[in-house]
């Protein structure tokens, strides 16, 4: 455990903003949870951060944020058709891509390069071309604040759908992920659900392998997507809406050219970014803040943007699309 007061978490969050908490905990051990929880936490208000990619800091938080710090990953079960593997919260989420690739597993591959830690990504369900990580979690572990112990969650009981779960909704906020187990194919299958994704692999593959699809998924990143490391952003800023067939039948009679994918239930799914986009804000800047001109569902910092100016643009664009489409824009980010 290491504990720092007064800490700038400029550097803990990929936005870059510039604010301080009044205590920054690091966890590196399940041992020590008890201990902290007893000693050091008590009853003082916390927040649970990973790589920070995904949370927007609005001001100084005046209590304790709990870093996780756990690492390693390693298969804990294995049969001729797929294994278990067990990752600590702490590590990188691309670390386990890594794992999965040199150890040819198969099931996340779609999710290369996310941002983050292994801890965060059940919480959103984070996903990308296709995929959501629910689709490969077995089971989640990790400690109750409140019952002071530690516990578990099946898949079933991280209640997951599209970019939320338990553990993002106010009900398990208190829950410190340690480890995420997830099973994961030993046999060669892939999901090129994705138009763009199962193009490009098929102009380029006729046979194409694990590593391949891994590869083609950070390139086709890399060229749509800043890096936070040169431009301050938690990828995308809003969700895609979800709304009715009925609704969407009437919008399309109106916007034709509007971008529609299935949803659950029979719901369809809008394209945030293209909303925007339609909206004129592709690419415009208002003081620090801006939205990416190469997609514009992702909000970036020009270079110390307060948050207040990136809550501004925000509101700008939820209101614009509002008018113009009668659709509300919820934002994806924590904002804390
Ligand atoms: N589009 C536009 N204009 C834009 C952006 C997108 O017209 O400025 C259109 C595209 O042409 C495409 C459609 O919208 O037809 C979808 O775009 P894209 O493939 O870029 O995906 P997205 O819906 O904008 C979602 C996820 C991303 C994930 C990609 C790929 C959400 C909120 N975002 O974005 O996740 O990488 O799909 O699967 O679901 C993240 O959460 O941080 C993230 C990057």
């Given at each position: 455990m290491k504990i720092t007061e007064n800490h700038s978490l400029k550097n803990n969050n990929t936005f870059g903003i510039d604010v301080q908490c009044s205590t920054f905990a690091c966890i590196d051990s399940v041992e020590e949870l008890e201990d902290f929880s007893e000693n050091i936490l008590k009853n003082e208000k916390f927040y649970i951060l990973g790589g920070g990619s995904n949370t927007l800091f609005t001001k100084n938080f005046g209590g304790i944020i709990i870093h996780p710090e756990i690492t390693g990953i390693e298969i804990v079960e294995e049969s001729s058709e797929s294994v278990v593997v067990c990752a600590a919260a702490g590590e990188e989420w691309d670390n386990l891509i890594n794992f999965c690739i040199k150890n040819e597993l198969y099931g996340l591959e779609n999710l290369t390069a996310i941002p983050g830690l292994v801890g965060s990504a059940p919480v959103q369900n984070i996903g990308a071309y296709g995929v959501e990580v629910k689709d490969c979690i077995l089971k989640v572990s990790g400690f109750d604040f409140s019952k002071?112990?530690?516990?578990?969650?099946?898949?079933?009981?991280?209640?997951?759908?599209?970019?939320?779960?338990?553990?993002?909704?106010?009900?398990?906020?208190?829950?410190?992920?340690?480890?995420?187990?997830?099973?994961?194919?030993?046999?060669?299958?892939?999901?090129?659900?994705?138009?763009?994704?199962?193009?490009?692999?098929?102009?380029?593959?006729?046979?194409?392998?694990?590593?391949?699809?891994?590869?083609?998924?950070r390139e086709i990143r890399d060229s749509k997507l800043p890096d936070y490391r040169i431009l301050g952003n938690c990828g995308s800023f809003f969700k895609n809406p979800v709304v009715s067939d009925g609704f969407c039948a009437k919008l399309l009679e109106k916007h034709p050219d509007l971008v529609v994918f299935d949803a659950d239930g029979g719901n369809k799914k809008l394209s945030a970014g293209h909303l925007i986009e339609k909206c004129g804000w592709k690419g415009r800047r208002v003081g620090n803040a801006g939205v990416y001109p190469k997609q514009a569902l992702v909000l970036v910092n020009y270079g110390n943007a307060s948050p207040d100016e990136i809550l501004n643009l925000a509101g700008m664009i939820v209101s614009d699309v509002r008018n113009e489409f009668g659709v509300e824009l919820e934002m994806e980010i924590n904002r804390v």
């Open positions: 002071k112990q530690l516990s578990e969650f099946s898949n079933a009981e991280c209640g997951f759908s599209y970019r939320n779960s338990v553990f993002k909704a106010n009900t398990k906020r208190d829950f410190l992920i340690t480890h995420v187990f997830f099973r994961l194919s030993r046999k060669k299958r892939f999901n090129l659900s994705y138009n763009a994704l199962a193009k490009t692999i098929s102009d380029r593959y006729s046979e194409p392998t694990l590593k391949a699809i891994s590869d083609t998924v």
